[in-house]
């Protein structure tokens, strides 16, 4: 009917306005109150920021990023200067070997133009004149002096010094010249003269401009080789610092290598050792020194060692004569004066003393001599300060002598019938 239809729009309109309402009132619930609004105003207009959730967040601030550094003002253009610099510097470097290359174009130009002009009779001077002009004839000549015997030592040292004269005549008159391997080892036993001939060496290499100075560093395994990791490589360099523009003689070289030891450290010292003798063999010569026997087995470990080494010296034992010729050196050289029953009496000592252990050759000598001085000084002491002899006063001669009394002391201590106080000295 008309009433009922009434009804129903008037209750469809009554619900559409009870839901518009609740809509509004959900819609109140989520906004701000009135005093947050109010307050978030207000911090905003004092931070100056419109957003209510902190910085801008679309601005670049910073940070920990690596590629920053490409953001800061004039990185490029640095860049872009150092790129230059580096293009600077590969362009004077060419230049640099540029002008290297022609400059020896030049001096091998002009020899060959020297080597044309020259007349095959040009006189280049005589052996002789350079052996006396550079030196090195006095320095062979104190080699003669020094050391008795070792006639094929002598030898080899005069080979080598041959052939830097005639190398110097020849680059005199402009022809090709090479340094000569220059590296030595010495083979013997001790006392037999390999350290006098490595300075006699250095001192003939350094009158012929092989050498700078021509001084000799002798060096052992203690002072090659470190005792951790790290520490060998600065050993054995400072050493060969030492030893630039002269000789290093490494002496026992085969305590450098341990063959029962991969991870011994004087591998490292061995290495460092080659490296050098190939690249600076201009400006130092490497001599190594030990027993013969033990050097061989040392080279058959290390065949780049021996393949470097231009020059071995074998150097003999002394027979008992030319040990007793050895005293006698050693006597005129601190002026003291042995009469010939003296000489007898220590050439007994010599060839008893040969036949027990521990004998070193010219150091025994040397041993020997420094206890006749001794026992001599001993003698001389007692007779005038102590006895009063010819009231206390000494001649020259009393200090220069030695007797075979000064001599027989040693002889008894070696002959003595108890083996627990026979002295090897």
Same mark, same amino acid.
């Given at each position: 009917?008309?009433?009922?239809?009434?009804?129903?729009?008037?209750?469809? &309109?009554?619900?559409?306005?009870?839901?518009?309402?609740?809509?509004?009132?959900?819609?109140? +619930?989520?906004?701000? @109150?009135?005093?947050?609004?109010?307050?978030?105003?207000?911090? !905003?207009?004092?931070?100056?920021?419109?957003? #209510?959730?902190?910085?801008?967040?679309?601005?670049?601030?910073?940070?920990?990023?690596?590629?920053?550094?490409?953001?800061?003002?004039?990185?490029?253009?640095?860049?872009?200067?150092?790129?230059?610099?580096?293009?600077?510097?590969?362009?004077?470097?060419?230049?640099?070997?540029?002008?290297?290359?022609?400059?020896?174009?030049?001096?091998? !130009?002009?020899?060959?133009?020297?080597?044309?002009?020259? #007349?095959?009779?040009?006189?280049?001077?005589?052996?002789?004149?350079?052996?006396?002009?550079?030196?090195?004839?006095?320095?062979?000549?104190?080699?003669?002096?020094?050391?008795?015997?070792?006639?094929?030592?002598?030898?080899?040292?005069?080979?080598?010094?041959?052939?830097?004269?005639?190398?110097?005549?020849? %680059?005199?008159?402009?022809?090709?010249?090479?340094?000569?391997?220059?590296?030595?080892?010495?083979?013997?036993?001790?006392?037999? +003269?390999?350290?006098?001939?490595?300075?006699?060496?250095?001192?003939?290499?350094?009158?012929?401009?092989?050498?700078?100075?021509?001084?000799?560093?002798?060096?052992?395994?203690?002072?090659?080789? +470190?005792?951790?990791?790290?520490?060998?490589?600065?050993?054995?360099?400072?050493?060969?610092?030492?030893?630039?523009?002269?000789?290093?003689?490494?002496?026992?070289?085969?305590?450098?290598?341990?063959?029962?030891?991969?991870?011994?450290?004087?591998?490292?010292?061995?290495?460092?050792?080659?490296?050098?003798?190939?690249?600076?063999?201009?400006? !130092?010569?490497?001599?190594?020194?030990?027993?013969?026997?033990?050097?061989?087995?040392?080279?058959? =470990?290390? #065949?780049?060692?021996?393949?470097?080494?231009?020059?071995?010296?074998?150097?003999?034992? =002394?027979?008992?004569?030319?040990?007793?010729?050895?005293? &006698?050196?050693?006597?005129?050289?601190?002026? =003291?004066?042995?009469?010939?029953?003296?000489?007898?009496?220590?050439?007994?000592?010599?060839?008893? %003393?040969?036949?027990?252990? =521990?004998?070193?050759?010219?150091? @025994?000598?040397?041993?020997?001599?420094? %206890?006749?001085?001794?026992?001599?000084?001993?003698?001389?002491?007692? %007779?005038?300060?102590?006895?009063?002899?010819? +009231?206390?006063?000494?001649?020259?001669?009393? !200090?220069?002598?030695?007797?075979?009394?000064?001599?027989?002391?040693?002889?008894?201590?070696?002959?003595?019938?108890?083996?627990?106080?026979?002295?090897?000295?």
């Amino acid at each position: 009917s008309k009433s009922t239809f009434i009804f129903h729009v008037m209750k469809f &309109s009554i619900l559409s306005v009870l839901t518009f309402a609740a809509l509004i009132s959900s819609a109140n +619930g989520f906004a701000p @109150t009135a005093s947050l609004s109010k307050a978030t105003a207000t911090s !905003l207009q004092m931070s100056g920021n419109p957003n #209510p959730f902190g910085t801008k967040s679309l601005e670049f601030t910073g940070g920990s990023d690596p590629n920053n550094a490409n953001h800061k003002k004039g990185n490029l253009e640095e860049r872009l200067k150092e790129a230059d610099t580096e293009r600077r510097k590969a362009r004077e470097a060419a230049e640099a070997r540029e002008r290297a290359a022609e400059i020896a174009r030049e001096e091998r !130009l002009k020899k060959i133009a020297y080597m044309n002009d020259m #007349p095959d009779d040009k006189a280049a001077g005589t052996v002789d004149e350079f052996m006396f002009k550079e030196g090195v004839n006095d320095q062979l000549e104190k080699l003669d002096h020094d050391l008795v015997g070792l006639k094929a030592v002598k030898k080899r040292v005069k080979e080598i010094a041959a052939l830097l004269v005639l190398d110097k005549m020849r %680059r005199k008159l402009g022809f090709e010249t090479g340094v000569p391997s220059l590296h030595m080892s010495f083979t013997g036993a001790p006392g037999t +003269g390999k350290t006098t001939v490595a300075v006699r060496m250095g001192q003939i290499l350094a009158k012929m401009g092989y050498a700078r100075s021509g001084h000799v560093v002798i060096a052992t395994r203690d002072d090659l080789v +470190g005792q951790y990791v790290g520490h060998t490589a600065p050993k054995t360099k400072e050493m060969i610092k030492k030893a630039f523009g002269g000789v290093l003689l490494v002496d026992e070289a085969y305590y450098l290598y341990n063959a029962a030891n991969d991870r011994d450290y004087g591998q490292e010292s061995i290495e460092i050792l080659l490296n050098v003798m190939e690249n600076n063999k201009d400006d !130092l010569v490497v001599a190594v020194a030990g027993y013969k026997d033990r050097m061989d087995k040392f080279f058959s =470990y290390i #065949p780049g060692m021996s393949s470097r080494i231009g020059n071995h010296i074998d150097f003999p034992n =002394y027979s008992s004569n030319e040990l007793v010729d050895i005293a &006698s050196v050693m006597a005129r050289d601190l002026e =003291y004066e042995i009469n010939e029953e003296a000489y007898g009496v220590f050439q007994q000592y010599i060839d008893e %003393r040969m036949k027990l252990p =521990y004998f070193s050759n010219a150091r @025994t000598v040397r041993n020997a001599m420094d %206890r006749a001085r001794m026992n001599s000084a001993i003698r001389t002491f007692e %007779r005038f300060a102590i006895q009063g002899e010819n +009231g206390g006063e000494c001649t020259i001669d009393d !200090l220069k002598r030695i007797g075979p009394e000064d001599f027989q002391v040693l002889l008894d201590d070696i002959t003595s019938a108890d083996a627990d106080k026979k002295i090897f000295s």
